[in-house]
Every structure is written in C-alpha cells, then in structure tokens.
C-alpha cells in the first residue's frame, strides 16, 4: 500500500480557506485517496475521497494532481470547530491512519 | 439518528480480568471493525467483519477476540487484559460497498492496571 506524507501541523485563520497537503507519490493507479478528520480523541470522521479526479462535499473539497503523487484537502471556510487532526489515507487492501495533520484554526 | 454506540466509553481494570466492550449500529451496516489508537503509533485495525458469523484479523489481534452473530452488534472481548492494552478504542461501521468511507463510534478508553 502506498505511504503518506503529511505535515505535522498548519495554522489557518477563522473564515479562511485551509489547505492541507498530502503527498504519495508511490501510490498506485487503482489506489484512492481518503481524507478523514479526528476532533481531539472523538472517533474519526470521513470527510471525501478521489481517484483522480478533483471532488467536492459539503464539507470539503479535494484535488489531486494530475500525476496523482500528490493531493490538497481544502476547506474553504474554516471555522474553529474544523480545529483537528486531518489524515490522509490511500488504501487498496488495507486502511492506514497515520499520523495526520493537526489543523490549528485561530480567530 | 444513525449511529454508531459503544459502552463502556470509559474503563479502568486489573490485569487478567476478562472484559467486553460492546458496539452497536444502527444503519444496517455490513462490514464493522475495531481499532486501538496509541500516541505515536496511529489507528490500527484490530479485527474487522464483512458480514454475520464472518470476522478476519486486522493489524493487531493478539489477545483480542470478537464475534458477529447479529449484524447490528460486534463485541470486543479481552479475555485476559495486560497493561499493554491500555489505550482508546474505536468500533466503526459501513455498507459493504463503501467499506473506507466509515462510520465511528465515539470510543472507549481503557485502563488496565
């Protein structure tokens, strides 16, 4: 299964788009990627998930690059309950959360 | 409202007494798991079921058990607990076509003394 490379921690200022990145650049082309959140210690939350082509919720919207090594999570408006940790996943047998992003939305 | 429960959310027991944490759905899911989520180590899969009476070994599943004989509920038993699994645990839920786009439950954390 491919890996995941995220950064530690981002800030984001309230009412502002935050965007968290995430490369993996061994996955393959059958892989999806995933983008869960974690409020501190409440159980995951799914948020969306692509193959290669960009996708839009109401919660969030994710694109992923035309090579597919890479992909950006963004919430377009964040708001203080958004504060979280943000893993992204890219699963084909086997889902592995690691150690996230952990978003600090500021006001 | 769709959900899934667990009970108990917190635990504190002694080594070797057998204890059940129990997991309930609402949503007619067919596939449930359970994780265990350590500082530094992540979430990993403990054990996961794709339908009633049919469970496989995730990641982790040393000194754990589990059963699936109705398919709204899926127990996590420890038979004898250590110190070493002492941490917070997940039970999620989801339609055996979306099996990665899961359901979680609001976590139990245990404390084995």
């Known amino acids: 299964d491919a890996k995941t490379t995220q950064p530690t921690s981002m800030d984001c200022a309230e009412g502002r788009a935050a965007n968290l990145p995430c490369n993996h650049s061994t996955i393959s082309g059958n892989e999806y990627v995933y983008w869960y959140r974690q409020i501190h210690s409440q159980g995951p939350q799914y948020i969306i998930h692509?193959?290669?082509n960009n996708e839009t919720n109401e919660m969030a919207s994710l694109i992923i690059t035309e090579d597919r090594k890479s992909s950006t999570l963004i919430l377009p408006h964040a708001t203080l309950r958004d504060t979280a940790v943000y893993y992204c996943?890219?699963?084909?047998?086997?889902?592995?959360f690691g150690s996230g992003t952990k978003l600090n939305v500021k006001p | 409202e769709a959900q899934v429960t667990q009970n108990p959310r917190y635990l504190i027991t002694v080594t070797g007494k057998k204890l059940t944490v129990t997991c309930s759905q609402n949503m007619n899911h067919e596939y449930m798991s359970w994780y265990r989520q350590d500082p530094g180590l992540g979430l990993r899969q403990i054990y996961y079921?794709?339908?009633?009476?049919?469970?496989d070994k995730g990641d982790v599943p040393e000194g754990y058990k589990v059963s699936r004989k109705e398919k709204r509920n899926f127990p996590l038993i420890l038979e004898s607990p250590s110190p070493n699994q002492t941490s917070l645990y997940f039970c999620?839920?989801?339609?055996?076509?979306?099996?990665?786009?899961?359901?979680f439950g609001p976590g139990t954390r245990l404390t084995v003394l």
């Open positions: 996943i890219v699963k084909f047998n086997k889902f592995y």
């Open positions: 692509g193959l290669k």
């Open positions: 079921s794709m339908n009633v009476e049919v469970t």
């Open positions: 999620a839920s989801s339609p055996r076509s979306r099996v990665d786009t899961q359901y």
